[in-house]
């Protein structure tokens, strides 16, 4: 049975003029299926079977290539395989998105000695991620890092500008907001021209910039995730698209980069009934949090 996070998949309808739709059958479904799921971990929902068509449909006439062709073709060019992944993945996200595991950390911070390093894991358009720097700026004392990683380049780049509209910091605790620095009027125009769809009114403040960190990372390759001795990992809204082996694999990985006394903060959907030997659960209302305890 499909989990109700599932079904909200959201694979974004096409823009380009004059896309149209190619139709698998179930056979060729499922070799696309298995082979998305093989390599990036989620899982297409029946229900946007739809959607997938069309986007792979646009992709095939943009490359002129036939279905069998560009099967092939997206197995052996990296540069086509990450276009794909792009219009696959979902991005939404938002500045203090679960407030309960944000009143979590802003417990647990100040009691780490020494300096912090935190793991914001699919970080997507970086809203997750400088909410975490501000309160680590806020609240840790001994300095502190702040690694976000995700599959889609396009969301990096984004996090990295760390550039937003108005309404987004709507969401945003008012003591947070002094990090939030308003942009002039011109650069707001010249920020609005690039950006060509949304008006960007403020940008994170230089202060929190130097401690954060962009990769970009396969959770499916996560034996090979480069950050240790982690005091918070932060993994929220991203395990829901995949498969609960997975999810145990990838929950094995994250324990592994956690130093013992450190916490793994999920979202409350992440993974139900999950314990681990290594992980005693928190009781904090609403949150869905463990700590290493060895
Ligand atoms: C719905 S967003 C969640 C963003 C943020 N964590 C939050 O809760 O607001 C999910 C993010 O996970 C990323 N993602 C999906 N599959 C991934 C994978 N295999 N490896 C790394 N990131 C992945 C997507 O690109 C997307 O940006």
């Excluded at 036939?66 to 938002?94: G, K």
Aim: glycine share 6%; proline share 3%; hydrophobic share 45%.
């Amino acid at each position: 049975m499909m989990t109700p996070a599932l079904t909200n998949l959201s694979i974004q309808p096409s823009h380009a003029a004059g896309s149209a739709r190619e139709k698998f059958d179930d056979e060729q479904y499922a070799l696309w299926r298995s082979l998305i799921e093989s390599r990036i971990g989620m899982v297409l929902p029946d229900i946007q079977r739809g959607l997938f068509e069309l986007r792979v449909g646009d992709r095939m006439r943009i490359c002129d290539l036939s279905s069998a062709s560009y099967y092939q073709y997206v197995q052996t060019s990296a540069v086509e395989w990450q276009r794909l992944v792009e219009d696959l993945v979902v991005h939404e996200t938002a500045f203090f998105r679960h407030l309960p595991s944000f009143e979590l950390l802003e417990q647990r911070l100040p009691l780490f000695k020494g300096v912090v390093h935190i793991w914001s894991v699919g970080c997507a358009t970086g809203e997750e991620t400088w909410s975490l720097a501000m309160l680590a700026e806020a609240h840790v004392t001994q300095g502190y890092s702040v690694m976000a990683s995700d599959i889609s380049d396009a969301a990096l780049a984004t996090a990295q500008v760390g550039r937003y509209s108005w309404r987004k910091s709507e969401r945003i605790p008012l003591l947070y907001r002094q990090f939030c620095v308003a942009l002039p009027e011109s650069t707001q125009a010249s920020v609005a021209h690039l950006f060509a769809l949304t008006r960007q009114d403020w940008q994170v403040s230089d202060v929190l910039r130097e401690h954060v960190f962009f990769h970009r990372l396969n959770l499916m390759d996560s034996g090979q995730v480069p950050f240790r001795r982690l005091q918070v990992i932060f993994c929220q809204n991203v395990l829901i698209y995949f498969r609960q082996f997975d999810r145990r694999d990838i929950l094995d990985a994250l324990v592994q980069r956690l130093e013992i006394g450190g916490l793994l903060v999920l979202g409350p959907g992440e993974m139900a009934d999950w314990d681990h030997p290594a992980m005693m659960r928190i009781k904090h209302a609403g949150t869905l949090a463990y700590e290493r305890i060895k």
